[in-house]
């Protein structure tokens, strides 16, 4: 089976200040730690890139010198994480079956949790990996607490997410000729009564948004490279 995954890379960093896909973790820019693990697997035969307008030359050519063993497409994303999903769905290989979306700012993915992911699609449209919350949740407005969620039922999600092909196409055609955005595929799919399951993910699998979360970041690649 042909399973593309597209990895979003176009953000511009506003609450961030800068581009932190491209600056250096170790000696590599961050989105090379985030490929590493789908350039090995065996499930994955093709690799969407998608970045902003302007980078697309740069990250083009260090991915093409870098990545042998499968098919590499780099594409200009849009002003939306969704737009630039659909983006790279747009050039994916019509020939794949599952469509596998990865945030280029979570670098710590592993190998077994893509397999993991991508193993459980069988029983259901899509798949997600998730977190359990260790926080209380609430609902609010301006400073007031509107509702407390209860958390046995609370559940982070984070990327991977792995969707059959035609279900995404039809999630973003439909979203996009509404005028409904999400910060996820998976709600986008939920949201037109497609069933998507979860599997646990790992407390690893950071996604890095803030400076603090770089701090973070960093620790966790220090302690995992024993540097
Ligand atoms: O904005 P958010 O935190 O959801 O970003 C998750 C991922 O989506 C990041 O890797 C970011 O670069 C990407 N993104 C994108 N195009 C946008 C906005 C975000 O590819 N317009």
Known sequence: MKITVIIPAAGSGERFGGKKQLKRMGNRPLLFHTLKPFIASELITEIVVVVSKDDVYQVERALKSMISVKTVKVVAGGDTRQKSVFNGLKVSDKSSELICVHDAVRPFVTEALIDKVIQACDKHDGVILAQRSTDTIKKVMN??????LPREIIWRAQTPQVFAKQALQEALELAEAENILRTDEASLLERIGYQVGFV??????IKITTEEDWVFAEAIYKSLNND
Not at 200 to 205: C, F, I, R, V
């Open 143 to 148: 400073d007031q607490i509107l509702e407390t």
């Open 200 to 205: 646990e993910g790992s407390s690893m699998n």
